[in-house]
């Protein structure tokens, strides 16, 4: 069992940079990989990032790619979404989530979820 916690939702202008975190508790937080979606008003859940349980591998969605970064410290139990040059359409909420499977962009592979963070980016 794995609980996660995402916190650092916030209000942001456009262009700026901001970090989100996600805390889990649970001794087998590193043998997850972790995931970031995200869900914007009347919009379906979208893949953002992933990284392998190592922090060896790392994805990201299109739309995020060379903006956003994803890590993780398996000594703090915590996983992390560095976000660059952000758009008013990155404007959502914000969820980790933890799985076992490979194929990180979708999200029925997941079997923990947070609660989701608000991240609100201002034109």
């Known amino acids: 069992q794995v609980q996660l916690v995402e916190s650092g939702g916030g209000l942001v202008q456009a262009g700026g940079s901001h970090r989100l975190s996600c805390a889990a508790s649970?001794?087998?937080?590193?043998?997850?990989?972790m995931g970031w979606f995200r869900q914007a008003p009347g919009k379906e859940r979208e893949f953002v990032a992933a990284?392998?349980?190592?922090?060896?591998?790392?994805l990201y969605a299109d739309s995020v790619k060379g903006r956003f970064s994803i890590s993780r410290d398996n000594a703090k139990n915590t996983v992390y979404l560095q976000m660059n040059s952000l758009k008013p359409e990155d404007t959502a909420v914000y969820y980790c989530?933890?799985?076992?499977?490979?194929?990180?962009?979708?999200?029925?592979?997941?079997?923990?979820w947070g609660q989701g963070t608000q991240v609100t980016v201002s034109s």
């Open positions: 649970g001794r087998t937080f590193s043998s997850y990989a």
């Open positions: 990284i392998s349980w190592s922090g060896g591998s790392t």
């Open positions: 989530a933890a799985t076992n499977y490979m194929n990180y962009p979708s999200r029925l592979n997941y079997d923990y």
